[in-house]
C-alpha cells in the first residue's frame, strides 16, 4: 500500500471476482453513485406506474357519470397515486441525488456507512414492490394516502388492502431511516478540508436538514402505524372508539409525520434549483446563508404547524389561532428564499438550458402553490375550501410544479455528471413546455372547480352543476403531461448512446463535482482536495464571479488540486472524453485507494426484513417470520463483523 | 500546513480510514443521531399513553380500583410499585456497570472489562425478567392488551422499552463474547462507548416512564 | 465496524469538536458519587409516592417531574457523558429532545389534559 503510484504501462487484469462486472456487480454495489441510480431508475418506473394511475383518474373524471372504473378501484387508484407519488417517486429520486451527489459535493469518497446505504436500498425496493404487489391481488389500498383510523382499523377496513398499506410504509421508514442516520453522519463528519458547514453547497446543506426532517418525523409515523398493524393484526384498542380511543389520535400523530413530510418532498428540489440558478445566471446563489438559515427555519417549524390539517376536525379556537399563526410564519422563511431566487437571476447572464427552465418552473408554479396554501391557513378560508379540489391544486402546485419540477432540472442538470452525455436540449424543450402547459391546464382549473364544491376523493359526478368545463381541461392537461412524459423518456434513453460527451463540467458549475470526470470513476477524487470558498471552481476559472462573495478564510490561498494527477485549473483533461472505458481513468487499486468491498449481505438482510413482513401479513404466519427474523439477525452479524474494506497484510 | 494536509491525505488513501472533518468517530456521530430519532419514537408513545390516561371505561385501571358491574369482581390498582421500583434501581445499576465496562476497555483492563460487561448484561436481563414478571402476573389479574385502552398503550410503551434492552443486552453480550475470544483492545473503546450510550439513553428512557406510568397517580 | 477515528488531530474545522473522547471521560470517583446520587433520588421518588398527604397538594406532580428530569439529566451528563463530550453531540441530542418535549406538551394541550385557565 504505498503511497505514491506509478501507474502501469497497460491496463493490467486485476483478478476479476463476479461482483465486479454484470448483474452481481449491482447487486453488491457499496458505491454510492450505482446506489443513486438504481434509487434514480426505481423512481422513475414508479412515477410512470403512478402517472399512470393519475391519467385513468383524469380519463374516469372526463365525463360526469363514468364508469370506466368502479367506485372500488377508484379508491385505490388515487390512495395509490398519492401514496406512490410521495414515498416511492419525490423521497426516493431525492434520495437518488442525495447519494449520487452528497458524497461528490462535500469531497468525499463515498458515504459514511456504504453498506447501510445498500440496505436502505434495498429495503426501499422491497417495500414498493410490497406496495405495489397489492395489484395482484385485487387488494390495493384504499383508504387515502394519510388512511385516517379508526376507517383503516378491522371493522371498517376488513381486507387485505389496507395491510399492504399499513406494513409497506412501515418497511419504506426503515429505509428513509437508515438512510437518514447515513447522510447525517456524511455531511458531518466526511467533508474536504477547508469545506466548513458555511462553505457547503446549498443542495447538500437542503439535503442535511431534510435528514433531520426524516429522522425526527419518521418515528413518530412509525409509531402511528406500529398502533394501526397492531390493531389490525393483535386486537389492541387504540383506536377503537368503543373501548374509549379519541378519534383524533391517529390524525394528530399522522400529520405530526405528515407536515414535516411535505418539506421532506420539497426541500431537496430548492436544493436542487438553488444549485441550477446561479450557474446559469452565471452568478453567486443570492444571500447563501439566508437561505440556509431559512431552509433551517422552514424545517423547524414544521413541526409545529401540523394540525393545520385538522381545522375541519373541530379543535377549538386556541388550537386553531395557534396553528394558523404559525402555518402563516412558514411563508416568510419561503417567501425569503423565493426572493432570493429572483435575486440570484437579477442581473446575470441567464441562459436558458432546460434545466434553468425547469428552475425557473418552480419558482413561479411553487409560488402559485404557496400563496393558496396561505389562503388556507386561515380556519375560515379553510373550511370553506378543506376536502375540495381547491385543495388538491393547492397541493399539485407545490408538490408536481414544485418538487417535481425542480427534481426535473436537477435530471438535466446532473444527467451528464451520472451518464457521461448531455440530454438533448431540443426535446429537453418540448419536454418542458408540454409539462408546463398542461401541468398548469391540468390543475389551474381545479382551483375553480373546488370553489365551485367539487368534492376530492369522488369517483363520479352528476352532470349540470358546472363542474364539466373544467373537468374536461384537467383531463387535457393530463394528456399532454403524458406526452411530455414520453418525451422525457425518448430523449433520456437515446441520449445514453447519442448524447453529446460532456466532459467534466458542461454547464461551468461552480461546485466540485463539476471538477472530476463525467462519470466520475468510483474513488471519486484521485486526491482529496482542499476547499478555500463556497465556489471552488469559480475561484479558479471564473474569479470575476466570486469577486463580491465573502471569503470567509483568513489564510486564503487557492490550492492546486489535482485530479488524477492533473490540476483542476487545466480543465478538459484529454481523457475526459474517453466515455464508457472504465480505463479511461486509473482504477483505486492502482491509486492505492481502498474502497469498500462489494458485498450482498445487505441485500440479503434487507430480503429476509421484508420476509418478515411478508410472514405477517400472510395472516401471521410464524414459521416464515420467525425464519426471516432469524436470517435477518444472522446476516446482520455477518455483515457487522466483515471489515468494510479488503484486509491489507 | 496545506500541503501537509493533502500529504497526508494521500498517506490514508492507501489503506487506513481518512480522518473526518469534525474529528469525531462517524459510528459515534450516527448513534447520538439516532438517539436524537429515539427521543421522537418515545414520545409519541409517552404521548399516546398520557393522551388515553383516565380514558378507558373498563379496568383494571392503573392506580384505582374498579368494580366489574358485570361480575362484580373487583380489581385493585395493578401497578406494583415496589417491585417496579426494585427493577428501576436494577436498571440504573447497570448503567453505573456499563461506565466501568467502557473505562475498563479504554485503561485495557481485560479482567475488568469482561467482568463489567457481563454484570451489564445480567443487570439488563435481571430487569427484563422483573419485567416478564410483571406482565404474566397482569395477565393473570385479568391486564392484556385487549382488555381497555390502559392495556393497549401500557403494554405497548413499556413493552418497546423492553424490545430495546433485550436488543442491548443482545449487544452487550456480543461484545462480552468478543471480549472473550480475543479481547477488546483500547483502539475498541469507541464500539462499547457507541453501546453505552444507547445502554444509557435506554435507562433514561425508564427514568421518564417510571415516573409518568407508575409514580404519578 | 469503522476502526476508531478519534485520534485524528487533523483539520478541525469545528473549534471545540477535537478533543479525543478517552481523555474526558469522568473516573471512578465521579461514577460512584453519580450513582449514589440517582439511587437516592429514586428512593426518594418511591418515599414521596407513599404520603398520601402529599400525592394530594398540588406539588406532588410537578416535584416528580422534577425529580425524574434532575435524574435524566444526570445520566445524560456524566453516564453518556455529554457534559465533557463534543459540542456536536449535544446539538444532536438536545435539539430532537426539546422538539419532543413541545410536541409532547402540544399534544397534552390539543387533548385537553393540560389546560389554560384565565
Given at each position: 500500500m504505498a503511497t505514491t503510484v506509478s501507474l502501469p504501462e497497460t491496463p493490467h487484469r486485476e483478478p476479476t471476482h463476479k461482483y465486479e462486472s454484470g448483474v452481481w456487480s449491482w447487486l453488491a454495489t457499496t458505491d454510492h453513485k450505482r446506489i443513486g441510480q438504481l434509487y434514480l431508475y426505481t423512481s422513475l418506473f414508479w412515477f410512470i406506474v403512478g402517472g399512470i394511475e393519475a391519467a385513468i383518474i383524469r380519463a374516469q373524471l372526463y365525463?360526469?357519470?363514468?364508469?370506466?372504473?368502479t367506485a372500488q378501484t377508484y379508491n385505490e387508484l388515487f390512495t395509490m397515486h398519492g401514496t406512490t407519488m410521495i414515498f416511492l417517486v419525490i423521497m426516493p429520486l431525492s434520495a437518488a441525488f442525495f447519494n449520487f451527489l452528497i458524497p461528490l459535493q462535500i469531497g468525499a469518497r463515498d458515504v459514511a456507512f456504504p453498506r447501510l446505504n445498500a440496505f436502505s436500498y434495498w429495503v426501499f425496493l422491497f417495500g414498493g414492490l410490497f406496495l405495489n404487489s397489492s395489484w395482484f391481488l385485487h387488494a390495493a389500498p384504499n383508504g387515502g394516502w394519510f388512511g385516517y383510523a379508526p376507517l383503516t382499523t378491522r371493522p371498517f377496513s376488513p381486507g387485505l388492502n389496507i395491510d399492504f398499506w399499513v406494513i409497506g410504509l412501515q418497511i419504506l421508514g426503515i429505509s428513509s431511516l437508515a438512510a437518514g442516520f447515513n447522510f447525517i453522519t456524511t455531511i458531518i463528519n466526511m467533508r474536504?478540508?477547508?469545506?466548513h458547514f458555511m462553505r457547503m453547497p446549498i443542495f447538500s446543506w437542503m439535503a442535511f436538514v431534510t435528514q433531520f426532517l426524516i429522522i425526527l418525523a419518521f418515528p413518530i409515523i412509525t409509531v402511528a402505524l406500529t398502533f394501526l398493524m397492531l390493531d389490525r393484526f393483535f386486537g389492541t384498542n387504540f383506536y377503537e372508539i368503543q373501548a374509549g380511543a379519541d378519534p383524533l389520535l391517529w390524525q394528530h400523530l399522522f400529520w405530526l409525520f405528515g407536515h414535516p413530510e411535505v418539506y421532506i418532498l420539497i426541500l431537496p428540489a430548492f436544493g436542487l434549483v438553488s444549485e441550477v440558478l446561479p450557474v446559469f445566471s452565471r452568478k453567486p446563489l443570492f444571500g447563501y446563508p439566508v437561505m440556509v438559515y431559512s431552509g433551517i427555519l422552514i424545517a423547524t417549524l414544521g413541526f409545529g404547524v401540523w394540525a393545520h390539517h385538522m381545522f375541519a376536525a373541530g379543535m377549538g379556537p386556541i388550537a386553531d389561532a395557534f396553528f394558523s399563526i404559525t402555518t402563516m410564519l412558514i411563508a416568510i422563511p419561503t417567501g425569503v428564499k423565493i426572493f432570493n431566487w429572483l435575486g440570484t437571476m437579477w442581473g446575470g447572464s441567464l441562459r436558458f438550458t432546460t434545466a434553468m427552465k425547469f428552475a425557473i418552473g418552480l419558482v413561479a408554479l411553487f409560488t402559485i402553490g404557496g400563496i393558496s396554501g396561505v389562503m388556507h391557513s386561515s380556519p375560515p378560508s379553510d373550511l370553506q375550501q378543506t376536502d375540495s379540489y381547491f385543495i388538491v391544486a393547492h397541493f399539485h402546485y407545490v408538490l408536481f410544479g414544485g418538487s417535481m419540477m425542480g427534481l426535473f432540472a436537477g435530471l438535466y442538470f446532473y444527467y451528464p455528471k451520472i451518464t457521461g452525455r448531455l440530454l438533448n436540449e431540443k426535446l429537453g424543450n418540448w419536454h418542458f413546455w408540454l409539462t408546463a402547459i398542461g401541468m398548469n391546464l391540468t390543475f389551474f382549473p381545479m382551483h375553480f372547480l373546488g370553489l365551485d364544491g367539487m368534492p376530492r376523493r369522488i369517483s363520479s359526478y352528476d352532470a349540470g352543476q358546472g363542474w364539466e368545463s373544467n373537468n374536461h381541461l384537467a383531463s387535457y392537461g393530463a394528456a399532454l403531461i403524458v406526452l411530455g412524459t414520453i418525451f422525457f423518456a425518448y430523449n433520456w434513453f437515446t441520449s445514453l448512446r447519442r448524447g453529446a460527451v460532456a466532459g467534466n463540467d458542461p454547464w461551468g458549475g461552480a461546485t466540485l463535482e463539476w471538477m472530476i470526470p463525467s462519470p466520475p470513476p468510483d474513488y471519486n477524487f484521485a486526491t482529496i482536495p482542499k476547499v478555500t470558498s463556497r465556489y471552488p471552481l469559480w475561484d479558479r476559472k471564473s474569479p470575476e464571479l466570486t469577486?463580491?462573495?465573502?471569503?470567509?478564510?483568513?489564510?486564503?490561498q487557492k490550492m492546486d488540486v489535482k485530479i488524477g494527477g492533473q490540476s483542476t485549473g487545466t480543465a478538459s483533461a484529454p481523457s475526459d472524453t474517453k466515455l464508457n472505458a472504465p480505463h479511461a481513468h486509473p482504477s483505486a487499486r492502482q491509486l492505492g485507494i481502498m474502497m469498500p468491498t462489494p458485498t450482498t449481505k445487505p441485500l440479503i438482510a434487507a430480503f429476509a426484513l421484508g420476509t418478515v413482513f411478508v410472514g405477517l401479513i400472510m395472516h401471521k404466519n410464524l414459521p416464515i417470520m420467525l425464519t426471516a427474523a432469524a436470517i435477518f439477525v444472522f446476516s446482520l452479524y455477518n455483515w457487522l463483523l466483515t471489515p468494510l474494506e479488503p484486509e491489507h497484510h | 500546513m496545506a500541503t501537509a494536509a493533502i500529504d497526508t491525505h494521500d498517506a490514508h488513501a492507501g489503506g487506513e480510514h481518512p480522518p473526518t472533518s469534525t474529528g469525531l468517530n462517524n459510528t459515534k456521530v450516527a448513534i447520538w443521531a439516532f438517539i436524537g430519532s429515539e427521543c421522537f419514537f418515545f414520545a409519541s408513545l409517552i404521548s399516546t399513553y398520557l393522551i388515553y390516561r383516565g380514558r378507558s371505561p373498563v379496568g383494571p385501571f392503573p392506580h384505582d380500583t374498579w368494580k366489574d358491574p358485570a361480575t362484580g369482581h373487583v380489581f385493585k390498582g395493578i401497578l406494583n410499585i415496589p417491585i417496579t421500583s426494585v427493577s428501576t434501581f436494577v436498571l440504573l445499576m447497570s448503567s453505573l456497570a456499563m461506565v466501568l465496562a467502557h473505562s475498563a476497555v479504554v485503561r485495557g483492563d481485560r479482567k475488568s472489562s469482561k467482568i463489567w460487561l457481563a454484570a451489564t448484561a445480567f443487570l439488563g436481563a435481571t430487569f427484563l425478567g422483573f419485567q416478564a414478571y410483571e406482565f404474566t402476573s397482569f395477565v393473570h389479574e385479568g391486564l392484556t392488551i385487549h382488555t381497555n385502552l390502559f392495556g393497549s398503550s401500557f403494554f405497548v410503551l413499556t413493552g418497546f422499552h423492553g424490545a430495546h434492552v433485550t436488543a442491548g443486552v443482545i449487544w452487550l453480550l456480543t461484545l462480552l463474547s468478543i471480549d472473550m475470544k480475543r479481547g477488546l483492545t483500547p483502539d475498541e473503546a469507541i464500539n462499547v462507548d457507541v453501546c453505552a450510550l444507547y445502554w444509557h439513553f435506554v435507562d433514561v428512557v425508564w427514568i421518564a416512564i417510571f415516573t409518568l406510568v407508575y409514580l404519578i397517580k | 465496524m469503522a476502526a476508531d477515528q478519534s485520534h485524528s488531530t487533523l483539520s478541525h474545522d469545528e473549534k471545540g469538536n477535537a478533543s479525543p473522547h478517552e481523555h474526558t471521560h469522568p473516573d471512578w470517583g465521579t461514577y460512584k458519587w453519580v450513582a449514589l446520587i440517582l439511587t437516592l433520588i429514586t428512593a426518594l421518588e418511591v418515599w414521596i409516592y407513599y404520603i398520601p398527604s402529599f400525592t394530594k397538594t398540588k406539588l406532588f406532580v410537578p416535584t416528580l417531574l422534577t425529580l425524574s428530569a434532575v435524574k435524566f439529566a444526570i445520566v445524560v451528563m456524566f453516564y453518556m457523558h455529554l457534559k465533557y463530550d463534543a459540542k456536536l453531540f449535544r446539538a444532536l441530542f438536545l435539539g430532537p429532545l426539546i422538539l419532543a418535549g413541545f410536541t409532547i406538551v402540544g399534544l397534552l394541550f390539543l387533548f385537553g389534559h393540560l389546560v389554560i385557565r384565565g
Open positions: 365525463n360526469p357519470n363514468s364508469h370506466l372504473v474536504a478540508p477547508g469545506m469577486v463580491n462573495v465573502p471569503h470567509d478564510s483568513q489564510d486564503e | - | -
